[in-house]
């Protein structure tokens, strides 16, 4: 194996297989695979991931106990070394030179959003292309991912608020619920003992019975609703989260590793903060 190659191998090892990045607070699971702390929760909580087929490895689907998730601290300290060498996942040192040319990639074209070397910047392709180098770039992109992530904090500052809210309204709208059903129940007994001499009132049981059973029905929807709304945030803080880690992590890269994929990378967060959000409205 070639040297460059092998650095690759060890650079992948220390790689989360979820988020693609440096593994953070790595865990083990009983198949002997490892995924960030924070990436394996957050996907054992999608609700579906792990009520069908109970828990399982997401790289080879084996039946894992969370219980005997372990942190990895051997790993862990591989991945601060590894971090400390400027060595980033799928990056190799092979990564630095131009396939097609040999020549070292330092030029950036505008138009493509690509990293080329000087010879691809002077082929046809280019050549009516605003072609700089890389560092002539570096910081209007550092700025463009300093502004994305701001944005995002605050979306998901907005969502915890969001969650919040819910989860007070919810609280709310559960004691309305027992509230009205106690009152149908009062009601009813205040009739019982009214009629008391009188023969049991047939009439009255089905109108206590068919009364409750529509605020249940009411209840069921509601609740239906409140869940589907609370996922549905859960999964907006998730999707935000990732990106703030990946945004956070691509801003420490060196130049040329910060600038590969960038336009991909900034394009793919802004669907996100324009979808429209649900609220329930009780
Ligand atoms: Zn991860
Ligand atoms: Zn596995
Ligand atoms: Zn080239
Ligand atoms: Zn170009």
Same mark, same amino acid.
């Given at each position: 194996?070639? +040297? ?17 990045? /440096? ?11 490892? *995924? ?10 999608? +609700? ?12 080879? &689907?084996?039946?894992?106990? %969370? ?22 996942? #799928?990056?190799?040192? @092979? ?6 040319? #040999? ?6 074209? @505008?138009?493509? #959003? ?18 700089? +180098? ?7 992109? @550092? ?14 500052? $907005? ?18 619920? $027992? ?8 009601? *009813? ?12 009132? &047939? ?50 890269? %060196? ?13 793919? /967060?802004? +669907? ?9 409205? #009780?």
């Amino acid at each position: 194996m070639d +040297p460059a190659a092998l650095v690759e191998a060890v650079v992948e090892e220390v790689a989360c297989p979820i988020c693609m990045t /440096y593994l953070r607070e790595p865990v083990s699971i009983d198949c002997g695979h490892s *995924f960030c702390h924070g990436c394996l929760s957050g996907l054992w909580e999608v +609700p579906g991931e792990s009520q069908n087929w109970g828990y399982t490895c997401p790289l080879c &689907r084996a039946p894992v106990q %969370p219980r005997n998730l372990r942190p990895n601290w051997q790993l862990a300290s591989v991945v601060e070394k590894v971090r400390l060498l400027g060595l980033h996942p #799928g990056m190799g040192l @092979k990564g630095n030179v131009c396939e097609l040319h #040999g020549e070292q990639l330092k030029m950036f074209c @505008k138009e493509d #959003g690509l990293i080329t070397c000087e010879a691809c910047s002077r082929s046809p392709e280019h050549e009516a292309h605003s072609v700089v +180098p890389m560092e002539d770039v570096a910081w209007e992109y @550092k700025w463009k991912l300093h502004e994305a992530l701001e944005h995002l904090r605050k979306e998901q500052e $907005e969502a915890w608020k969001l969650e919040v809210g819910e989860r007070k309204r919810t609280a709310t709208w559960k004691m309305q619920v $027992e509230t009205r059903k106690q009152s149908i129940m009062w009601e *009813f007994e205040k009739y019982q003992r009214l009629l008391k001499k009188k023969p049991p009132g &047939r009439q009255l049981d089905v109108e206590a019975a068919t009364a409750l059973a529509s605020v249940e029905q009411e209840e069921r929807e509601t609740r239906q609703k409140l869940e589907l709304n609370h996922d549905t945030l859960i999964q907006q803080s998730r999707v935000l989260c990732r990106l703030i880690a990946e945004l956070e992590e691509r801003s420490q890269r %060196p130049v040329r590793w910060m600038l590969q994929g960038i336009r991909e990378v900034l394009n793919r /967060y802004v +669907p996100i903060l324009g979808a429209p959000r649900q609220t329930w409205e #009780g």
